[in-house]
């Protein structure tokens, strides 16, 4: 989130360190990436800590995303408003689930806050939070609304706890006793959701489908039942990051890679000897910069994937509430997915 938790992505590049202190990055005054344990890394990219102070009311625009966060916060809450369902959003939350989105919103915070959030692809965050996460699609939802109270706990435990190394190795800790005792994902949901994300959201659904020997009807049910969203929106959300990371400079979203993402590209039903997949095995991105350094329309949704500029700039409105170029001249826009 953008107002009330940090960007979802580390400055600069990653490091092999259990805590690195980050240059301040706005509005947050600090900013600490830790790495999570090595047995949890396929499930959770990187932890990261953040202080902020913020004097008058900050509102952001935060755009959509196929991942989920998670922020366990204390101090300054935070309101979360999807502009589409008064319904769906949250007020004076603090630690929350943010399901996927398909569109964006907006955030407001004032005040002193501190927490830790974290990113996850929807399988890893189905098998850790025990939701399916159709049941969290468009909506933040409270951490104590969380089935267990877990979530909820470990918040309070983070707060009592000085530092960020204890703070992270208190989420290595609660995080692997969850995953321990959680029920594993859909191994075929699993696998979908890993060719879609290593492919950017090239590999066509039908292609899925026909491998995984289901309808197309049948896997986009399953699929947005427990990963919160279709395979076809999701595909066009990771288009979008693509297109978005290219634009801004920033980190791809949803970076973290669990089971049946990188970790298992090779035991698809394709690789086990089933027909080919076709869509974007082979499909290599050509460099979308121009003369002057920065992507232009036409070249950016060609790279990422678009069948034309028309294409491109109408997942820029709907998923960023803002043409590129609109984004590119404005700093009230975060990367994260809310």
Known sequence: MGSGAPPSHPTGPSHSIRERAAAPVDPFDEAVVGLPAP??????????GYRQRVERELRRREVAGAFVVVVLGWGAPLDI???????????????????????????????????VQLTLTPPAARRMLGVPLGELTNRALAAEQLPGGWLDRLRGRLADTPDWA?????????????????????????????????????????????ELGCSRRHLAARFRR????????TARLLRFQGAYALLTGAPPAGAPTEPGGADERGTGPAERGGRGSGGAAGHVRRDPYGPAGRPAGAELAAACGYYDQ?????????????????????????????
């Open 81 to 115: 408003v999807d502009p589409r369902d008064a319904a769906r959003s949250a007020y004076r939350v603090d630690s929350f689930v943010a399901g996927t989105f398909d569109a964006w919103c907006t955030t407001s915070t004032v005040g002193v806050g501190t927490g």
């Open 226 to 233: 427990e990963l919160g969203l279709t395979p076809k929106t």
């Open 39 to 48: 047995a949890l890394r396929p499930f959770v990219g990187h932890y990261l």
């Open 310 to 338: 028309s294409h491109l700039i109408r997942d820029f409105r709907e998923f960023a509430g803002d043409t590129p170029a609109g984004l590119m001249g404005s700093r009230s826009h975060s990367s994260n997915p809310r």
């Open 166 to 210: 204890g703070r992270f190795a208190l989420l290595d800790a609660a995080i692997g006793a969850r995953l321990a005792v959680a029920d594993p994902v859909d191994p075929a949901l699993r696998w979908a959701w890993g060719r879609l994300a290593h492919s950017g959201g090239l590999v066509g659904v039908g292609a899925l489908a026909e």
